[in-house]
């Protein structure tokens, strides 16, 4: 059955080029209403312009969809979410996707540099999943995205300001979803990599026209479906492929012999190897399994020789 958005609202926010183009333009071609927001300005922040938005809205409506621009900085997300209540009366699904560069090695960021990269990309999506939150917890259902880089799970030379913000916003999905599981507000967070103006010059030459944002555009528009049920999760995607990321932990080691004793520097020297062995490491879905496992720690060291039910549910390896 085709995935279809009739009668669904879809904000997507930088939504006048690049990545976030194609969301809306998909998302319009599916039944949606689109609020087509974008300040329109730099790739580095600077300036604005109603033109983004306004030639996307143009396209969509082109295509015989439907759509309406929004001008607004997504650090105002209160006023983006206004505009669809007040153009469509609804709000069903939020793609946080606007994003900005300031690239400069960790001692040349001045603050500056620091804090408009955290204002647009993990304060927007804050204050916009913040103004949608009431109506999608009022009707029980909403959908939202957020968007990370493989800066932020990986690291890049020159991005410690951005490569923060964007596994910030992994951090906020983390939570968000855990909130929204019982109102059918699913949160997950997409890692995409695509030619765009943000991207030229960083990515290779010979690839560049190959890696198509339009080749994203159905991963994020399918987790957005009302019969998508995933949360929680992280999804890289490029070139017309995508994959689940997620952390791992390794089972660990003690680092005292008994309950009365205080680890010590030397102790965490000796188990280094062990503390850091990922061999036997696994995915933990929530914070709940991590302090149950504490409480296993607790048993083994108040009773060493008691068998411990942790050990076998968690593969332990004290
Ligand atoms: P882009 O520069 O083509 O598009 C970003 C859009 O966001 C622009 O149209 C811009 O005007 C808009 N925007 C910037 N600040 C805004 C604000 N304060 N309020 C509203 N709109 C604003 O860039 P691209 O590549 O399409 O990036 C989209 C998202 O994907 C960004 O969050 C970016 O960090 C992320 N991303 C992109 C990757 C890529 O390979 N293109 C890689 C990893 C992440």
Redesign the pocket.
């Known amino acids: 059955m085709t995935l279809r958005f009739d009668n669904r609202v879809v904000v997507v926010?930088?939504?006048?080029?690049?990545?976030?183009?194609q969301y809306a333009i998909l998302f319009g071609s599916r039944g949606a209403k689109v609020v087509v927001?974008?300040?329109?300005?730099h790739?580095n922040?600077e300036g604005k312009s109603t033109n983004?938005a306004d030639i996307v809205v143009d396209e969509i409506k082109q295509a015989g969809g439907t759509a309406v621009a929004d001008y607004?900085?997504?650090?105002d997300g209160n006023k983006i979410i206004e505009t669809a209540i007040k153009n469509f009366g609804r709000i069903d699904v939020l793609v946080?996707?606007?994003?900005?560069?300031r690239d400069k090695s960790i001692v040349n960021i001045s603050d500056d540099d620091w804090d408009k990269i955290q204002?647009?990309?993990l304060k927007?999506s804050f204050a916009t999943t913040r103004a949608a939150w009431p109506y999608f917890k009022k009707q029980k259902f909403g959908r939202i995205i957020m968007?990370?880089?493989?800066?932020g799970l990986y690291g890049n030379f020159g991005q410690a300001n951005?490569s923060a913000a964007?596994l910030g916003l992994v951090g906020l999905m983390n939570t968000v979803s855990i909130e929204g599981a019982k109102y059918d507000i699913r949160c997950n967070t997409?890692?995409?990599?695509?030619?765009?103006?943000?991207?030229k010059g960083?990515?290779p030459d010979e690839v560049f026209d190959e890696?198509k944002?339009e080749l994203i555009a159905p991963v994020v528009v399918y987790l957005c479906h009302e019969d998508t049920q995933e949360t929680g999760q992280i999804i890289e995607s490029?070139c017309g492929y995508a994959t689940k990321y997620h952390y791992v932990r390794g089972p660990g080691s003690l680092i005292r012999d008994s309950i009365n004793e205080v680890p010590t520097p030397e102790a965490v020297r000796a188990k280094w190897s062990k503390i850091t062995d990922m061999s036997k490491a696994k995915h933990y879905d929530s914070n709940v399994e991590v302090s149950a496992e504490y409480i296993g720690v607790l048993q083994k060291l108040k009773n060493p020789s008691e068998n411990n039910e942790f050990e076998d549910v968690y593969n332990y390896n004290f």
Do not use: E, F, Q
């Open positions: 926010t930088g939504a006048g080029a690049g990545l976030g183009k927001n974008d300040l329109g300005g790739w922040g983004a607004n900085s997504v650090v946080n996707n606007a994003g900005i560069l204002d647009v990309h927007g968007t990370t880089s493989t800066s951005y964007k997409i890692c995409p990599t695509a030619a765009s103006r943000m991207t960083i990515l890696m944002p490029s």
